[in-house]
């Protein structure tokens, strides 16, 4: 039998599509390998978000090389946000790449190992004129008990530091019987907790009929509704879309999971105006009222990124001044990375990089430290949890 080994890098959502990168291959007749050596196929789902992982790829491609040169008939392939954003540059500057695809054209792996290279040319880029959900490929899921359920893909944002529009495209929701459809089907095989899954996950449903039964609020509820289905959670969603009605229907649905992800980015609301975030510090912090004045013992986490450009130590220290009045159960970290193409990376006074490495150094503790509080804070205390697995660092 032939095969294949998955390398996932960045978000969720490539969590998921690596799911369904593996349940196509397992369609076509191969297994998982073990390790990268031991492959057939190596496939490598990818994140251009920051410099990091692209960084991280070209050391991985490095490796995969080296591997092809005493495997010939091995195959590489690069799917993802960086493959998206390079395209066909992609087999100019990795010649032993065979194909790639970006995240919504997922099926073009199938088609050219599927025709085993006959038919559809090597060296060619799935194309972003067909982009399709994944949620239609067939899935290998990692855990029994959970599941990812996309919603929507792509992001009518456009955050001055993101590349994601750019590399996602326009969003697109999905229709809101075939998210149902696939979670009922879902509880039947025994998962207990659902993650939906957007860019901007709140946004839900706006480019779909624009009636009342079809945004994110009704979709909670609808999923709440499923037998079998004991906690909902979703990722990412923007605060600008957190209206009253969804938080009603996080308070009032069993099911959804007493936590928000509610990503700030900055806490100055300069910085966030030149970000176009189109929330003010007020304007996020009054949310933050809302939903724990209807949700008791909500838990938060968020997103922050330093050193965008134009960031004064005085907005850095109103970062953190949120940080600590808002008090995250936890938070995602980011140094500012300037992606080639976004209006960011075109502004002046862009932040020296040891000044981003300090700043970044001082939420870390803040972060930490609050975080601790807020465990700390439930010790002796009888919780509801999903047992998950062993720890991936200490079994
Ligand atoms: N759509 C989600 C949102 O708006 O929160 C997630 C977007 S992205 C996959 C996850 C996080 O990466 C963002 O919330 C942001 O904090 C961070 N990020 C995005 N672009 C970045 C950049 N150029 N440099 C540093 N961090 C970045
Ligand atoms: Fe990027 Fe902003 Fe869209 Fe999130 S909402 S994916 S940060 S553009």
Not at 83 to 112: M, S
Not at 130 to 143: D, G, I, K, V
Not at 247 to 275: F, N
Not at 311 to 317: P, S
Request: contains cysteine.
């Amino acid at each position: 039998m032939r095969r294949y080994f998955v390398t996932t890098f960045g978000c969720q959502m490539n969590a998921h599509d690596s799911e369904r990168i593996k349940g196509l291959l397992e369609d076509l007749g191969l297994g998982e390998a073990t390790t990268q050596d031991e492959a057939d196929v190596v496939v490598f789902n990818t994140c251009t978000i920051r410099e990091k992982p692209d960084q991280r790829l070209a050391a991985h491609l490095g490796n995969a090389a080296a591997l092809k040169r005493r495997k010939p008939g091995m195959v590489v392939a690069v799917g993802g946000c960086y493959a998206e954003a390079q395209r066909e540059r992609i087999f100019e500057r990795y010649p032993f790449v065979d194909v790639a695809f970006g995240p919504g054209t997922i099926r073009h792996l199938g088609d050219w190992l599927g025709a085993g290279g006959v038919g559809v040319a090597r060296h060619s880029f799935g194309t972003a004129g067909e982009r399709r959900f994944s949620a239609e490929l067939p899935t290998q899921r990692e855990r029994p008990v959970q599941a990812w359920v996309q919603v929507s893909m792509g992001c009518n944002s456009v955050c001055a530091y993101c590349i994601v529009p750019q590399v996602r495209g326009r969003e697109v929701s999905r229709r809101p019987g075939e998210i149902l459809a696939e979670v009922t089907a879902l509880a039947r095989q025994g998962v207990r907790e659902v993650t939906l899954l957007g860019q901007n996950v709140n946004s839900y449903g706006r480019d779909l009929a624009p009636d009342a039964t079809t945004g994110f609020a009704e979709l909670l509820r609808a999923v709440d509704s499923v037998d079998g289905i004991e906690r909902i959670r979703f990722t990412s969603p923007h605060p600008k879309d957190f209206r009253p009605d969804v938080i009603e229907a996080m308070a009032g649905c069993d099911a959804v999971c007493e936590h928000a992800h509610l990503p700030l980015q900055s806490g100055s609301t300069r910085i966030l105006k030149s970000m176009r975030r189109t929330y003010s510090r007020e304007r996020y912090l009054r949310l933050v009222a809302d939903l724990r004045g209807a949700i008791p013992d909500l838990a938060l986490t968020t997103d922050v990124i330093v050193g965008f450009p134009g960031e004064t130590e005085a907005d850095f220290l109103e970062t953190l001044e949120v940080t600590e009045e808002v008090g995250f159960d936890g938070a995602f970290t980011f140094v500012y990375s300037p992606r080639t193409g976004t209006e960011a990376a075109a502004m002046p006074d862009q932040v020296p990089e040891e000044l981003k490495r300090e700043r970044i150094e001082r939420l870390i503790d803040l972060v930490q430290r609050i975080a601790g509080d807020c465990n700390r804070q439930r010790v002796g205390r009888t919780e509801q949890v999903l047992v998950e697995g062993p720890s991936r660092t200490d079994p």
